[in-house]
T-cell receptor, first 111, second 115 residues
């Protein structure tokens, strides 16, 4: 089955700096890659996603890039704010519509 | 549009007891997922339904876990008997089933503590 690896496990940045989280996947047939933000006591919330036919997608301060050849994708958050502090998960969806998640990155934005 | 609903939000039971969780997906979402999220880890898929049929339950510990989705809407996940290692957050998610509509939305989860 699919295996998704995520790095780093923890990340601290100063407010206003950028944060980058990287994921790799193993199944070349995976075709959809969402990113989720999870705050304490809540379920994961979809923040951005990218499909396999696209290399980059941006939504305000958040962007995601996908390299299908290398089988890795990354989340970029610019101009970080304290409210960006949370755990972020990447995921990959296979052709059977099953989702496989990374182990999470705990992001702390220091005011 | 209402989100995915789950209940209860919290449950504490003793080992060997049974417990059940309920999920109501977003209206019109044919695909429903149950995940187990152990503290400090990402969600792990337990079972996937398409309408009222099971698509994938390869990671469901079938000797103690069961799930059903009667009438293709609400779903229940049951654990009987519970073990200490079942302590986790149980997340329900739903999505449209048509190709290209892969967005998956999660409920708030049920936090289970087995003592």
């Amino acid at each position: 089955g699919e295996n998704v690896e995520q790095h780093p496990s923890t990340l601290s940045v100063q407010e206003g700096d950028s944060a980058v989280i990287k994921c790799t996947y193993s199944d070349s047939a995976s075709n959809y890659f969402p990113w989720y933000k999870q705050e304490l006591g809540k379920g994961p919330q979809l923040i951005i996603d990218i499909r396999s036919n696209v290399g980059e997608k941006k939504d305000q301060r958040i962007a995601v890039t996908l390299n299908k050849t290398a089988k890795h994708f990354s989340l970029h958050i610019t101009e970080t704010q304290p409210e960006d502090s949370a755990v972020y998960f990447c995921a990959a969806r296979n052709t059977g519509n099953q989702f496989y998640f990374g182990t999470g990155t705990s992001l702390t934005v220091i005011p | 549009e209402a989100g995915v609903a789950q209940s209860p939000r919290y449950k504490i039971i003793e080992k060997r007891q049974s417990v059940a969780f309920w999920c109501n997906p977003i209206s019109g979402h044919a695909t429903l997922y149950w995940y187990q999220q152990i503290l400090g880890q990402g969600p792990k898929l337990l079972i996937q339904f398409q309408n009222n049929g099971v698509v994938d339950d390869s990671q469901l510990p079938k000797d103690r876990f069961s799930a059903e989705r009667l009438k293709g809407v609400d779903s229940t996940l049951k654990i009987q008997p519970a073990k200490l290692e079942d302590s986790a957050v149980y997340l329900c998610a739903s999505s449209y089933s048509s190709p290209g509509s892969g967005e998956q939305y999660f409920g708030p989860g049920t936090r289970l503590t087995v003592t």
